[in-house]
């Protein structure tokens, strides 16, 4: 799997995991979870216990229940003065980490200074039962309390025992004695978790215009213009060409919003009375919920809004109603995609409305298998630790696996699906250490959750309803350079519904039809995704357990937009290595002029003259040409999924100034000294970019002045050229020019000199605009 050039351990690794895909039990497959390990767990649910004796003086019992296997030891809840207790509870415990043959179950009596033993319940390992579903959950059944010489207590137990697999609905919302280290208060951030996107919706306010507007000051000319809010999002029109009481503006503003719609659309007609120094002249409150949704381009109507101002008498607020107005058309654009990723590595492409979806086109399978190698991402009892958890995004849909506390070859074993609707789309699945295990709960400005890596799979790369096991390395950019910080196991499979469906969609638009029809601009779609990409991760932020808002960015590339010197490189080495074929190309026909191998020279003559004769062999040679050398290719077609590939990212020859230029916030927080080095860096790349594209400029400009007339005797002497061409060309069959000037082209060396062309030099000494430049 490593490519040429590329280090060692920065490669991608085929794996042969022990998975159950391809592997047949009878007429079905082995089980549901086919793209992960089987691991075994005992489960053990404490559901309640009745007729708990007294133990206080009180006379009255403070019950939880301690579930213990070996060294592993889950605790419920503790009640205060209960004697019939209702818990509830699941404790998962590892199979392979199980050393005792015994299973113990003890309900204690809370107590100030030491618990007092109420009564236990045994298993011996050996006979506990297997489920495997689909079988129906085991049914708990009440146990007799035993004192610990074995002797009958007072008190029933409620229990469900069982040996199982990560398969069983009980896995998710269980205790795991692989967190057996993590507070009870912490609990709920290290369980696995599936969320789901807000929808997002485009807000269009086309603002038209204002009437009867009233400014404080009458003798002047008022300077107008619409201030629209929502919620962090502001936006301003230009000031109204038309200085009156009656202000027009015909002008679009573009927000994004989530549902549920929680922040109302606030529009503020304001003068610009002076420098720094507006009037608030009338304002308008429109909630989202009421709006209009579109789905084409059909303008919606239009409605005027009442503009109130509000008055501060006394302390007090009031409103008062008065004659100006707004004319406005509000809508909620349903027919466009709202990006909150880069367009690069999109994982979403439908439009915002239900109704202009697609059918999907099969399903993507993901087993997130294990992690190896995970480097220490923080300090704890004075040792390197890393609590390792996973999230992949999708579409709207994000999953987060379960945190291994302490383990730096973490194994997950967890299976997700999601649905496809396009192929031309990436998951994304990273791979985090979870900084808020240990007292720093959901308390905002705690630690934040460190990033491990992260990969990138693109679905059109991948062969229908083939198993991809790899090893994925995971590489983070520094101020240092890039490291490698583990791998991650990934177990991948599309599985196509419709082969017809999924072939038509190359036909298809990449977005909604809504993006062409009426496009939005570059500036308009960058500012728009970063409002998009701060509502997914706010929201996110707000689940339980939190995504947070640092995991979320990092997902969703936020930064991918920022000045890099490193990605320009690697951007520039791309363009040349397109450019590549053409210049080898180019460098092969110039061999065949020249002569360099004799006989290919005469196979080219006797080609070309083949397609001269017959022009209409030109385009089937072309496509059989192409379609030879896509056959010849397949042998070679790659077998494995793309990775973050260090090489062409320039990320392993990066400067380290380079880097640190590359992670600076923004705005700058460097010295002066430092900023100024990489100001006047700038400023020479600066002036190799305008040099070349002043020298585009001055080609273009040449063939422009061959009929301006700029320079007199060169224009005459083309137009007398272009007249004799002309009665040339309408006399000589166009068969024997384009042999003559083949000819001409693919002549000797001996009839050549090395002197540039009378046209080139004609072309050379054309004037152009470059003389008039300050």
């Not at 009375?273 to 381009?297: A, F, M, S, W, Y």
């Not at 089937?620 to 973050?644: D, E, V």
């Not at 000797?748 to 430049?773: C, E, G, Q």
């Amino acid at each position: 799997m490593q490519k040429p050039g590329q280090a060692v351990d920065f490669a991608l690794k085929e794996t042969y995991p022990k998975i159950g895909a391809g592997a047949v039990t009878g007429d079905k497959l082995s089980c549901t979870y086919d793209l992960v390990e089987q691991m075994q767990y005992l489960y053990v649910r404490v559901v309640k216990a009745k007729d708990l004796p007294s133990k206080d003086v009180t006379g009255g019992v403070d019950p939880y229940v301690e579930v213990k296997l070996g060294n592993y030891k889950g605790i419920t809840k503790h009640f205060e003065k209960k004697s019939n207790p209702e818990w509830n509870q699941c404790f998962a415990f590892s199979k392979d980490r199980i050393q005792a043959s015994v299973l113990e179950v003890v309900v204690k009596d809370k107590d100030v200074v030491v618990d007092d033993f109420v009564g236990r319940v045994w298993f011996d390992l050996n006979e506990i039962p297997k489920r495997v579903p689909p079988d129906s959950p085991l049914a708990p059944q009440w146990y007799r309390l035993e004192t610990r010489k074995g002797e009958k207590a007072k008190g029933e137990l409620m229990l469900a025992v069982w040996m199982g697999t990560q398969a069983d609905e009980a896995f998710p919302d269980s205790w795991h004695s692989d967190a057996a280290m993590v507070g009870t208060e912490s609990v709920a951030n290290i369980r696995s978790k599936v969320y789901l996107s807000p929808k997002l919706w485009y807000v269009r306010v086309n603002v038209i215009e204002a009437q009867d507007l009233v400014p404080g000051d009458k003798t002047r000319y008022p300077e107008v213009y619409v201030k629209a809010n929502l919620g962090h999002q502001i936006l301003r029109t230009r000031v109204s060409q038309i200085k009156t009481i009656n202000p027009m503006w015909n002008e679009d503003l573009m927000f994004v919003a989530a549902e549920p719609f929680e922040e109302p659309l606030v529009l503020t007609v304001e003068d610009r009375v002076g420098p720094n120094k507006d009037e608030t002249l009338g304002r308008c409150l429109i909630p989202l919920h009421q709006v209009q949704r579109r789905l084409d381009h059909k303008p919606v109507n239009t409605r005027w809004f009442n503009l109130e101002k509000h008055i501060g008498a006394e302390g007090e607020k009031k409103e008062t109603k008065f004659a100006s107005r707004i004319h406005l058309r509000v809508c909620l654009d349903g027919g466009y995609h709202v990006l909150d990723e880069s367009t690069h590595y999109s994982s979403d492409l439908r439009p915002t409305a239900k109704q202009l979806w697609k059918p999907s086109i099969g399903i993507l399978e993901v087993g997130i298998i294990s992690a190896q190698g995970l480097m220490p991402m923080k300090t704890r009892d004075g040792r390197g630790t890393t609590d390792a958890y996973c999230v992949a995004k999708y579409g709207q849909k994000w999953i987060r696996t379960r945190t291994i506390a302490d383990s730096f070859a973490p194994k997950w074993n967890e299976q997700y699906t999601w649905e496809v609707f396009d192929l031309s789309t990436v998951i994304t699945v990273g791979v985090f250490d979870n900084g808020h295990l240990h007292g720093g709960g959901d308390k905002s400005g705690g630690t934040k959750d460190s990033r491990i890596g992260k990969v990138r799979i693109r679905l059109s790369t991948l062969e229908s309803d083939r198993v991809y096991t790899h090893s994925y390395p995971l590489l983070v950019l520094h101020n240092s350079g890039v490291k490698k910080t583990g791998e991650v196991q990934l177990a991948v499979r599309f599985t196509s519904s419709s082969f017809i469906n999924m072939m038509y969609l190359y036909s298809q638009p990449l977005l909604p039809k809504m993006h062409y029809i009426h496009p939005l601009s570059v500036i308009q779609l960058d500012n728009l995704r970063h409002q998009a990409t701060q509502i997914v991760s706010m929201r996110l932020s707000r689940a339980e357990p939190a995504l947070r808002k640092e995991v979320v960015e990092y997902m969703l590339d936020v930064d991918s937009h920022m000045w890099s010197m490193r990605r320009s490189k690697a951007n520039f080495f791309r363009i040349m290595k397109v450019l590549g074929g053409l210049i080898a190309f180019g460098r092969w026909f110039d061999q065949i002029c020249n002569w360099k191998n004799p006989i290919t020279t005469i196979l080219i003559h006797i080609l070309f003259i083949i397609l001269v004769l017959y022009p209409e062999l030109i385009l089937p040679t072309i496509f059989l040409y192409l379609f030879l050398i896509g056959i010849w290719n397949f042998r070679w077609r790659p077998r494995h999924p793309p990775h973050m590939d260090t090489r062409l990212s320039h990320a392993d020859a990066a400067h380290p100034d380079e880097l640190d230029e590359e992670f600076d916030s923004f705005p700058t927080s460097r010295s002066s000294d430092i900023v100024k080095m990489r100001y006047d860096r700038l400023r020479s790349i600066g002036g190799r970019v305008q040099t070349v594209v002043g020298d585009l400029a001055t080609q273009g400009e040449r063939f422009q002045s061959l009929l301006s007339w700029r320079d007199p005797r060169a224009t005459t002497l083309f137009v007398t050229f272009c007249l004799v061409a002309a009665i040339v060309l309408y006399v000589t069959p166009f068969q024997v020019v384009c042999l003559l000037s083949g000819f001409y082209v693919l002549r000797h060396p001996r009839f050549r000199h090395k002197l540039p062309s009378v046209p080139i030099n004609f072309f050379r000494r054309l004037p152009a605009r470059s003389d008039s430049m300050l």
